[in-house]
T-cell receptor
Framework: EDQVTQSPEALRLQEGESSSLNCSYT??????LFWYRQDPGKGPEFLFT???AGEEKEKERLKATLTKKESFLHITAPKPEDSATYLC????????????FGQGTTLQVKP | EAQVTQNPRYLITVTGKKLTVTCSQN?????MSWYRQDPGLGLRQIYY???????DKGDVPEGYKVSRKEKRNFPLILESPSPNQTSLYFC???????????FGPGTRLTVL
């Protein structure tokens, strides 16, 4: 069964304190791994798609990496506006296009 | 602006009173999908549609119906809502040749 596990559940950082969020996955035939940002009461906002092990994507203070079993979202020198829940999801080879989501990591960055 | 829109954004209703949540996208996407988000359970797919007149069940379809008569619209229908359908609902869409889905702003539904 396809499954995504994110850790930690919650993370509190001081502004400027870099850290990483983890996403472990098991999926039959990975077609893509996705990172989304979700603010309270809003829809998930697309950040990155990763397709194969070794791939990396960057956007401002965020960098996503992918191995055969997990993905990391590195946050460098975070700011309070980076506070949000970060969701990881995978699409497998079932061809329905269904996103399998993890529970998310809620990040709080204090000034 | 490319976007997915949902209406209503908030809805409080009573058990058994039929309701429809609308979803529309302006990106000419073939694939559309509905998810529900619940604390501790995350986001789960309800139904999806590969194109006009083509729909299929996701992981939690019980109690829901959908239709896809036009490419841009994908309404979610609750024929007889029950309290266990109280949730935050999201519509999403994607184009051909990509697996990246774009989400709407959400509809918070409370069934009393």
């Amino acid at each position: 069964e396809d499954q995504v596990t994110q850790s930690p559940e919650a993370l509190r950082l001081q502004e400027g304190e870099s850290s990483s969020l983890n996403c472990s996955y098991t999926v039959s035939g990975l077609r893509g791994l996705f990172w989304y940002r979700q603010d309270p009461g809003k829809g998930p906002e697309f950040l990155f798609t990763l397709y194969s092990a070794g791939e990396e994507k960057e956007k401002e203070r965020l960098k996503a990496t992918l191995t055969k079993k997990e993905s990391f979202l590195h946050i460098t020198a975070p700011k309070p506006e980076d506070s949000a829940t970060y969701l990881c999801a995978v699409v497998g080879s079932s061809n329905t296009g269904k996103l399998i989501f993890g529970q998310g990591t809620t990040l709080q960055v204090k000034p | 602006e490319a976007q997915v829109t949902q209406n209503p954004r908030y809805l409080i209703t009573v058990t058994g009173k039929k309701l429809t949540v609308t979803c529309s996208q302006n990106m000419n996407h073939e694939y559309m999908s509905w998810y529900r988000q619940d604390p501790g359970l995350g986001l789960r797919q309800i139904y999806y549609s590969m194109n006009v007149e083509v729909t299929d069940k996701g992981d939690v379809p019980e109690g829901y119906k959908v239709s896809r008569k036009e490419k841009r619209n994908f309404p979610l229908i609750l024929e007889s809502p029950s309290p266990n359908q109280t949730s935050l609902y999201f519509c999403a869409s994607r184009g051909l040749g990509t697996d990246t889905q774009y989400f709407g702003p959400g509809t918070r539904l409370t069934v009393l």
